[in-house]
């Protein structure tokens, strides 16, 4: 009966895809506790200071050797922080707009974790595509979710009922619309290059033609500059720039309700990073390593490749938030609308005389 | 027996028309932007139609343009013009007899689409989901109509410039 149910293809489907889900979420979350450690780590490293190294369980420090080093490099302390954010209280103030001040965090981290489904973050496993859902239109689904990120955050400001958090919502708001339209037109040239939006295809033509960065330098670059705007991380992080705004949008929020928009945060940092890995920097492959893999071992592997160039990427979002002083708004805006904008459609007419001549 | 994908067409029919209904009747809330967040909930229905009509490139470009963009500007400028709750007025009954028009004359297309047409082609939309064949069709077939909505686009963008600027030198 059971054998039965599992041979029939949508059966098999729905249960590869629950697999898939929960392991991406697990994995996902595991990297949002981390990428959290290793802020603080490289903001110590930065600013020479040792950053977190007194955290751990008693147990743990009975182990010989090992228990030292991990407390020494803040393993636990993810453990620690999320505990805090639990336990702390969850105040509500009595001001609030109720309904948009519960719904706020959930619409934030929501699309962070949607954007998430349509990336090839292997080749295969056993038979398996490694991606939750290969589709056709891949990119401008990713464009579309992000997009709706920014709900959140409106809401959050609007909701909050104080001036603070709605400064912060309305100059996020603002700064997202801008910098996406930059975004949107700095990955067109790929797809001219490409001809097709399925991310899958996009990561086979880079596995036989070469990474699309060593192409298209110009629109990496502004993909970089605008994932940074969009995740609102310094040096554009005026949404929430806590000498003038306190705390942003998010002033008003304790308890898990602000540890939402803090994972919201990471997700979405972890997302454009792997965005990034996708399109620029060939997915999963190598460059003497492109075909996708027979057994169980290579496809582990490549999973560990893509897994390794987020890292690599993910660092690169740390260090520049410490390295970087914050932008006045109206240098943002500048950057955004007279800089990138004009520099983007420039980039895509270039592209597209190239592609034609050389076909 | 019905299908899945009849079950959730109506699925999202329903919910695209109650949001709908939600956003410009809400009983419960006069708030804009409660309004403007049921306009959401009803782009979002109504790309899920897309999908099930195969259009998936539709469907993304439905929620990347409307509910990303335009959506996101109108609560941008609601919140900036700070709009309080609207009181409740009285209908205007020049306005309702116009609705009233606008929707026969709506419902009158629709119906004379259903009862002309065969049912032949019906289940196979003739621009199935490739983008690439798609834009193909854009920029070959309907290239003229194509190239004067965006004319049209950049007339309401230049006079919205003009408009906004307090003083013309």
Excluded at chain 1, 188 to 202: A, C, K, M, W
Excluded at chain 1, 271 to 296: C, R, Y
Excluded at chain 2, 11 to 34: D, E, I, K, Q
Aim: hydrophobic share 55%; aromatic share 12%; glycine share 8%.
């Amino acid at each position: 009966m059971i054998e039965e149910l599992l041979s029939q293809p949508a059966v098999q489907f729905a249960v590869f895809s629950t697999v898939k889900i929960a392991v991406v979420f697990a994995v996902v979350m595991t990297f949002v506790a981390y990428a959290v450690l290793v802020e603080r780590k490289v903001s110590a490293f930065i600013q020479d200071r040792v950053g977190p190294n007194r955290t751990a369980p008693p147990l743990a420090l009975k182990v010989p050797v090992l228990g030292r080093l991990l407390q020494s490099w803040g393993m636990f302390q993810p453990m620690a922080d999320g505990l805090k954010f639990m336990l702390k209280e969850d105040f509500t103030p009595s001001y609030v707009r109720k309904v948009y001040f519960w719904l706020a965090p959930a619409i934030t981290v929501i699309p962070a974790f949607l954007t998430l489904c349509v990336i090839p973050f292997g080749s295969r496993l056993g038979g398996q595509k490694m991606v939750i859902a290969d589709l056709d239109v891949g990119i401008l689904y990713t464009f579309g979710i992000v997009s709706l990120g920014v709900y959140g955050i409106v809401l959050a400001g609007y909701a909050s009922n104080s001036k603070y958090p709605f400064l912060g919502g309305i100059r996020s708001s603002a700064q997202m619309i801008s910098y996406e339209i930059a975004m949107g037109m700095s990955v067109v040239t790929l797809f001219l290059i490409v001809g097709d939006l399925n991310l899958s295809r996009v990561i086979e033509w880079q596995a036989k033609n070469g990474w699309l960065v060593l192409y298209q330098p110009v629109s990496f670059v502004i993909f970089l500059v605008a994932a940074f705007a969009e995740t609102n991380r310094l040096p554009f992080d005026l949404p929430e720039s806590e000498t003038e705004l306190v705390g942003g949008y998010h002033t008003e929020y304790s308890s898990m309700k602000f540890a939402l928009f803090f994972l919201g945060e990471y997700a979405n940092m972890i997302a454009s990073a792997a965005m990034m890995v996708t399109l620029f920097f060939g997915g999963w492959t190598l460059p003497f390593l492109g075909t996708p893999a027979e057994g169980l071992l290579g496809g582990l592997f490549h999973i560990g490749v893509f897994i390794a160039k987020m890292v690599v990427l993910m660092v690169v979002f740390i260090w520049v938030r410490w390295m970087l002083p914050r932008f006045r708004y109206d240098q943002l805006m500048d950057l955004g609308w007279r800089r990138f904008i004009p520099l983007a459609l420039v980039n895509i007419v270039a592209t597209a005389l190239a592609v034609a001549a050389f076909n | 027996m019905p299908q899945p994908t009849d079950l959730l067409f109506y699925a999202f029919a329903g919910l695209t028309l109650m949001f709908g209904f939600l956003c410009v009747a809400n009983p419960l809330s006069r708030n804009p932007v409660t309004s403007a967040m049921f306009l959401v909930l009803t782009i979002v229905s109504m790309a899920g139609l897309f999908v099930l009509l195969n259009a998936f490139f539709l469907a993304a470009v439905q929620i990347l343009v409307y509910a990303g963009a335009v959506m996101v500007l109108f609560l941008f400028v609601i919140m900036l013009l700070d709009l309080q709750e609207e009181e409740r007025r009285r209908l205007n009954r020049v306005a309702l007899g116009l609705g009233g028009v606008a929707i026969l004359g709506l419902a009158g297309i629709l119906v004379r689409a259903m009862t002309s047409g065969t049912a032949e082609g019906v289940g196979t939309p003739a621009v199935e989901g490739s983008t690439a064949e798609l834009g193909r069709i854009l920029f070959r077939s309907y290239l003229l109509p194509f190239e004067i909505v965006s004319v049209l686009l950049l007339v309401a963008m230049v006079g919205v410039i003009l408009l906004s600027k307090k003083e013309l030198k």
